[in-house]
């Protein structure tokens, strides 16, 4: 079954203490991205990838890491946590290409993170 | 970048009713605009997307139009039901862009369908 698989569901830690997000895809797919949902706020992303071993910014990136080491996995990297992460988190996976059409993006479940 | 608007943030419709979601976007080469849903809980999926060199897509109960003139889409579901309850994203991308296909969304809009 095709599926972007995103883990722990729900976390919940305290601030300063490092975390990791973990992100696969199934579906050989280059591109890759990190989004957070906050209410009244909509999906923003934060990091994107269009391929192995490149990342790029997002439109929140702060406080954030990333890497993509190999294809399938994209994890998120929180290296000092603040409240202000408080947050749902969707991983998302297509098969979007440089110059072709833009192809249907595949959520993870959502990963739900509480800083206290 | 690209500044996606969308409304009304909220719409409650009842059962067999219409349901219409407006979208606004700056960027103008944007030429891929999908519409996700989520419900409660759950991931968002995508129902529908439209590109630029067309104007209108339907699939059943749904339909989009597209102006790119005016930078604007709609998403039309007829014959609403409860489970179209949901909240729904708009989004526009371009695949010239050097931020690789971001997903730009609208803040979303929560439907409720009332039987």
């Known amino acids: 079954e095709a599926q972007v698989t995103q883990n722990p569901r729900y976390l919940i830690t305290v601030t300063g203490k490092k975390l990791t997000v973990t992100c696969s895809q199934n579906m050989n797919h280059e591109y890759m991205s990190w989004y957070r949902q906050d209410p009244g706020l909509g999906l923003r992303q934060i990091y994107y990838?269009?391929?192995?071993?490149?990342?790029d910014k997002g439109d929140v990136p702060e406080g954030y890491k990333v890497s993509r080491k190999e294809k399938r996995n994209f994890p998120l990297i929180l290296e000092s946590p603040s409240p202000n992460q408080t947050s749902l988190y969707f991983c998302?996976?297509?098969?979007?290409?440089?110059?072709?059409?833009?192809?249907?993006?595949?959520f993870g479940q959502g990963t739900r993170l509480t800083v206290v | 970048g690209e500044n996606v608007e969308q409304h009304p943030s909220t719409l409650s419709v009842q059962e067999g009713d219409s349901a219409v979601i407006k979208c606004t976007y700056s960027?103008?080469?944007?030429?891929?605009f999908p519409w996700y849903k989520q419900e409660l809980g759950k991931r968002p999926q995508l129902i529908i997307d439209i590109r630029s060199n067309v104007g209108e897509k339907k699939d059943q109960r749904i339909a989009v139009t597209l102006n790119k003139t005016a930078k604007h889409f709609s998403l039309h579901i007829t014959e609403t039901q409860p489970e179209d309850s949901a909240v729904y994203f708009c989004a526009a991308s371009t695949s010239n862009s050097n931020s690789g296909y971001a997903l730009n969304f609208g803040k979303g809009t929560s439907l409720l369908v009332t039987p």
């Open positions: 960027d103008s080469a944007s030429n891929y």
């Open positions: 990838s269009m391929n192995v071993e490149v990342t």
């Open positions: 998302a996976s297509s098969n979007a290409r440089r110059h072709t059409k833009n192809t249907e993006a595949f």
